[in-house]
C-alpha cells in the first residue's frame, strides 16, 4: 500500500485560509468516507481533527473542515493562527483492514 | 477521558524482538466499540500502521503487510493494557511508536500514546 500524496509545506499569514490536499487511489481515498486527520506539533503525539472527511470532534475549533472529491481530499484551515503552525497527516481506511497515511505537509504561519 | 501510557525499552539489538507495552486508563482493552492500535513514525517512512487487536466479541488482529511475518499484538485483560512484539528487527525498525485507540465506526485514532522512540543498534 502506497503513502497518500500530500504537499511537502504550505504556508498563510494569520487570519487567512490554507488548504491541504491528499491524494490517493480508487482502493483506498476514492472507496471510503474513513478519511481523517491528524496535527502534530514538534515532539508531540498526533492529534485527531478530522474524521470520516467532514466531521469534527467537539474539542476542535471549527476553523477547521474537511472535504473530498474523487481520490482526493482536502484540510482546509481558515483564520489562521500561529498555534496552527505544526504537521498535517492525513490517513484513509484501506483494504484489508489496513490504513495508510500520507507523507505529512508542514504548515508554516508566516 | 482516555488516556495511553506506554512503556518499553528504548535500545533493542539487531535480530532480537521489540516489545512495548500499552496501559489503558478509561476504557477497556476488551470493549466491543473499539480496537487498539500500534502505529510507528520515523523520518524515512514517516506515520506507518502497524497493526490492531479488539474484541467482536472473540479476539481478532489485522497486521500490515510490511510486517505481518514479525508482528504480534496481544490484550492483557487481567491488566487492560496491550502489547506490541516486532521480532528480528533491523535498523529500519528504528522509529517512534505510538499505541491509538480506534473507534469502530468511525475507523480513525482518537486517543495516542505519549510515543516511545526505539533505536535498533549495536
Known amino acids: 500500500q502506497s503513502a497518500l500524496t500530500q504537499p511537502a509545506s504550505v504556508s498563510g499569514s494569520p487570519g487567512q485560509s490554507i488548504t491541504i490536499s491528499c491524494t490517493g487511489t480508487?482502493?483506498?481515498?476514492?472507496?471510503?468516507?474513513?478519511v481523517s486527520w491528524y496535527q502534530q506539533h514538534p515532539d508531540k503525539a498526533p492529534k485527531l481533527m478530522i474524521y470520516?472527511?467532514?466531521k469534527r470532534p467537539s474539542a476542535v475549533s471549527n476553523r477547521f473542515s474537511g472535504s473530498k472529491s474523487g481520490n482526493t481530499a482536502s484540510l482546509t484551515i481558515s483564520g489562521l493562527q500561529a498555534e496552527d503552525e505544526a504537521n498535517y497527516y492525513c490517513?484513509?481506511?484501506?483494504?484489508?483492514?489496513?490504513?495508510?497515511f500520507g507523507g505529512g505537509t508542514k504548515l508554516t504561519v508566516l | 477521558q482516555v488516556q495511553l501510557q506506554q512503556s518499553g525499552p528504548g535500545l533493542v539489538k539487531p535480530s532480537q524482538t521489540l516489545s512495548l507495552t500499552c496501559a489503558i486508563s478509561?476504557?477497556?482493552?476488551?470493549?466491543?466499540?473499539?480496537?487498539w492500535h500500534w502505529i510507528r513514525q520515523s523520518p524515512s517512512r514517516g506515520l506507518e500502521w502497524l497493526g490492531r487487536?479488539?474484541?467482536?466479541?472473540?479476539?481478532?488482529?489485522d497486521y500490515a503487510v510490511s510486517v505481518k511475518s514479525r508482528i504480534s499484538i496481544n490484550p492483557d485483560t487481567s491488566k487492560n493494557q496491550f502489547s506490541l512484539q516486532l521480532n528480528s528487527v533491523t535498523p529500519e525498525d528504528t522509529a517512534v511508536y505510538y499505541c491509538?485507540?480506534?473507534?469502530?465506526?468511525?475507523?480513525?485514532?482518537?486517543?495516542w500514546g505519549q510515543g516511545t522512540l526505539v533505536t535498533v543498534s549495536s
Open positions: 491509538a485507540r480506534g473507534p469502530w465506526i468511525q475507523l480513525d485514532f482518537d486517543c
Open positions: 480508487s482502493s483506498d481515498v476514492g472507496s471510503y468516507n474513513l
Open positions: 478509561g476504557d477497556s482493552v476488551s470493549s466491543n466499540s473499539v480496537a
Open positions: 490517513c484513509s481506511y484501506a483494504p484489508s483492514n489496513t490504513w495508510v
Open positions: 487487536t479488539y474484541f467482536r466479541p472473540k479476539r481478532f488482529n
Open positions: 470520516e472527511v467532514t
